[in-house]
C-alpha cells in the first residue's frame, strides 16, 4: 500500500512506498538526492550508493524531470528539511523515463508559462497556490454548512441576464435564446423562501473585455442567500465567515503560505468586527486623498479601491451605495431611498472587492418598478417577480468571488494563478 508525502510524519522509522515523480535531482558522487512528489507534498529522498544494489543506483541516475517512480524507504526526522523529514531510499521502481521536460528551473516568461499550465501546475509554488484554494473552499463550505446554510445548485444556462447587464455569453438552447450565468443569486432568493438558509457554489461567466491582474472571464462564486436577515446581520455573517475561512487556512496551510512568502502577520490580523464607511464618506476620502475630480455617484476602480484599503488594516466595508449605481433588485434605504442597503467589502493590500452583498427589495410593487425602470425582459424572470407575491419576508445575501479571495490570502499579484486553468480575454488554452 502506497503512503502519501502528506501523511509522511505518522511513520518515521518505518519503511514506506511512496508513488509519485522526480521534481529536482543533485548528486555528490556517492549520494544522489532525489525531490520527490506525490500530489499531497514534496520530499527529499537520499540514495546512498554502497546501500543500495547496483541497479537501483543506475536507475536512479536515469531519472530525468517529472519522470514516474516508486520508491522505497525509511523515513527519518530532519530539521533542516522543509518539510520536516527525509527518506533514506532503499528500492527504486522506474514507472517512465520523462522526455525533456519544457520547464525547468531557469526563468520563464508568463505566456509561456501560460501555454505550459498543464504542466505548470506541478511545481511548488503552483501546487501550494492550489492547495490554498481547496482549502478555502473547504473552509468557506464547513462554515455555511455549519451555520444551518443548505446548499443549491442554480441552473447555468440562463434565459437572461440576472443583473440587466450585456456582458453575457449567448448560445442556442435548441430553438430558443440562452446564456451562461452570471450569477445564481436570483435563483438562491427562490431556494430561501424554501430551505430559509442557502448557498450556491459554482462557475459563473462574464464577458467583459478587461484584462486587469483582477478579472477572469469564467471564475468561481460562492453566493449565500438568507430569508429573515436584514442588512446588519449580512455584513456581520461576512464577518465572521472571512475570520474563520482565514484562521483555518492558516492553521491548515503554514507551509504552503510559507513557500509563497506569504506575510502571515498579515492574515493574523484578520478578524471582525472589519471597519465600515459609506459610499458618501468614501467619496470625501477619495477627493481629499488624490482624487478631486471623483463625485457622487461614480463608480469605484481599482486605483480608489485600492486608495482605501491602505487605510485600514483589516478588510473594510463601503456602504449604501448610490441606487442607481447597483444592481435593480438591491434595497433603497427607508430613511433615504437615493442609497441602497449594499455593501463591497475591500480586501486590504490593493486586492479590490472580494464580497458584494446587499438586502434585497421584498415589497413587489417597488420590484415591478424597479424592473420596469432597468427595462429588463418580464418573460424570462416572471417568475423571479412571483417570489414576492406568495410571502415576501426581508431577506439579503452576498457573493464571493473565490479567485479574489484566494489571491488576497495567498499575497498573489494575478488571479490567473488561483484558478487550474483560467480563462482570460485573450486565453482558452489549454
Known amino acids: 500500500m ?10 518515521v522509522g518505518q519503511e514506506v512506498k511512496i508513488g509519485g515523480w522526480l521534481y529536482n535531482k543533485r548528486s555528490s558522487g556517492k549520494i544522489q538526492f532525489l525531490q520527490l512528489r506525490d500530489g499531497t507534498g514534496f520530499i527529499q529522498g537520499v540514495l546512498v550508493k554502497k546501500q543500495v544494489a547496483p541497479e537501483i543506483w543506475e536507475d536512479a541516475k536515469r531519472l530525468t524531470q517529472e519522470s514516474s517512480v516508486y520508491v522505497w524507504g525509511t523515513v527519518r526526522s530532519d530539521e533542516r528539511s522543509a518539510t520536516g523529514y527525509e527518506l533514506d531510499v532503499t528500492k527504486l521502481e522506474v514507472i517512465q523515463i520523462a522526455d525533456d521536460y519544457p ?5 520563464h516568461g508568463i505566456e509561456f508559462l501560460m501555454d505550459h499550465r498543464h504542466l505548470w501546475i506541478r511545481s511548488r509554488k503552483q ?19 455549519t451555520n444551518g446554510f443548505s446548499l443549491i445548485d442554480p441552473p447555468v444556462l440562463t434565459p437572461s441576464s440576472c443583473e440587466g447587464t450585456t456582458d453575457l455569453f449567448h448560445t442556442k438552447y435548441f430553438d430558443e435564446d440562452a446564456y451562461l450565468s452570471q450569477s445564481g443569486q436570483l435563483y438562491m432568493e427562490a431556494a430561501a423562501m424554501a430551505m430559509n438558509k442557502v448557498y450556491s457554489f459554482g462557475p459563473t461567466f462574464r464577458a467583459e473585455k478587461s484584462k486587469t491582474r483582477r478579472h477572469l472571464i469564467e471564475f468561481w462564486m460562492i453566493e449565500p442567500e438568507m430569508a429573515f436577515v436584514e442588512h446588519e446581520e449580512n455584513l456581520e455573517i461576512q464577518e465572521q465567515m472571512l475570520t474563520a475561512v482565514v484562521k483555518q ?27 465600515r464607511i459609506t459610499y458618501d464618506e468614501a467619496v470625501a476620502f477619495l477627493q481629499k ?3 478631486p475630480e471623483f463625485k457622487w455617484g461614480d463608480d469605484f476602480g481599482s486605483p480608489h479601491e485600492t486608495l482605501i484599503a491602505n487605510s485600514y488594516e483589516k478588510p473594510v466595508f463601503i456602504t449604501h451605495f448610490p441606487t442607481e449605481l447597483k444592481s435593480f433588485y438591491m434595497k433603497p434605504d427607508p430613511n433615504r431611498p437615493e442609497v441602497c442597503l449594499s455593501a463591497d467589502l475591500i480586501a486590504p493590500e490593493g486586492y479590490g472587492e472580494i464580497i458584494g452583498s446587499s438586502q434585497r427589495i421584498d415589497d413587489p410593487i417597488l420590484l415591478e418598478e424597479r424592473y420596469e425602470a432597468h427595462d429588463l ?21 452576498f457573493g464571493i468571488g473565490l479567485e479574489r479571495a ?15 486553468f483560467p480563462r482570460m480575454l485573450n486565453r482558452m488554452y489549454p
Do not use: M
Not at 406 to 420: D, K, M, Q, S, Y
Open 289 to 291: 486623498e488624490g482624487f
Open 406 to 420: 484566494v489571491a488576497w490570502i495567498c499575497g498573489l499579484e494575478h488571479v490567473r494563478e488561483t484558478i487550474p
Open 103 to 107: 520547464i525547468s528551473n531557469k526563468e
Open 249 to 275: 487556512v492558516i492553521t491548515n496551510c503554514k507551509q504552503e503560505l510559507a513557500i509563497l512568502g506569504r506575510d502571515l502577520t498579515k492574515l493574523e490580523n484578520i478578524e471582525g468586527p472589519f471597519p
Open 127 to 145: 501546487h501550494a497556490v492550489l492547495t490554498i484554494r481547496a482549502e478555502v473552499i473547504r473552509a468557506i463550505q464547513n462554515y455555511l454548512d
Open 377 to 397: 425582459p418580464r418573460e424570462a424572470y416572471q417568475w423571479y417577480l412571483e417570489l414576492r407575491k406568495y410571502g415576501t419576508v426581508p431577506h439579503s445575501g
Open 2 to 11: 502506497l503512503t502519501t508525502i502528506r501523511d509522511i510524519a505518522k511513520h
